[in-house]
T-cell receptor, first 111, second 116 residues
């Protein structure tokens, strides 16, 4: 099925470092969502974005809806060990009424 | 508030057996989605319902898969007969659609299926 291009695929970082990841698409989206998934669990919604250019924070997490509506970015500041997991982006388009998911960024934090 | 509830959490069955996965969406949500997650293919949308009506089932792998939503608070995904390649984690998710933009999508904890 259709997927978004998400990068990087994986990251190994030291505790305290900042993290950046992004998703890009050839399609325009009306909504961008960012999720975190831990082993054996379902994806948990972190941030939802509804307008081009929108910048939204949730604690140490900040996400942006790209101006072109074809991309989105997630930043995690001052990473901690519990940030470990797989982060997914998802785009929603009203044309198809589908949520399309990125391939995920696997984050590992070294204490 | 209760989130999306799925059952069973784990299912191990033999090839050829029927498998039924169940989902209770978040109360008040009007859209329900079934996804399958594997290492190779990531999260794949199988089918989604809006107001209990199937809207798009183009992601359903083949006729062995079927899904129903008899009411706003219950949905099933059935595989008959099951095959080893169906082994995956199946997620149910629900949301509230409101016009052009839509609400957040919330996932259940998934049903891990192993077909021997």
């Amino acid at each position: 099925g259709q997927q978004l291009n998400q990068s990087p695929q994986s990251m190994f970082i030291q505790e305290g470092e900042d993290v950046s990841m992004n998703c890009t698409s050839s399609s325009i989206f009306n909504t961008w969502l960012w999720y975190k998934q831990e082993p054996g669990e379902g994806p948990v919604l972190l941030i939802a974005l509804y307008k081009a250019g929108e910048l939204t924070s949730n604690g140490r997490l900040t996400a942006q809806f790209g101006i072109t509506r074809k991309d989105s970015f997630l930043n995690i500041s001052a990473s901690i060990p519990s940030d470990v997991g797989i982060y997914f982006c998802a785009g929603f388009t009203s044309g198809t009424y589908k949520y399309i998911f990125g391939t995920g960024t696997r984050l590992k934090v070294l204490a | 508030d209760a989130g999306v509830i799925q059952s069973p959490r784990h299912e191990v069955t033999e090839m050829g057996q029927e498998v039924t996965l169940r989902c209770k969406p978040i109360s008040g949500h009007n859209s329900l989605f079934w996804y399958r997650q594997t290492m190779m293919r990531g999260l794949e949308l199988l089918i989604y319902f809006n107001n209990n009506v199937p809207i798009d089932d183009s992601g359903m792998p083949e006729d062995r898969f079927s899904a129903k939503m008899p009411n706003a608070s219950f949905s099933t995904l059935k595989i008959q007969p099951s095959e080893p390649r169906d082994s995956a984690v199946y997620f149910c998710a629900s949301s509230w659609w409101r016009g052009q933009n839509t609400g957040e999508l919330f996932f259940g904890e998934g049903s891990r299926l192993t077909v021997l």
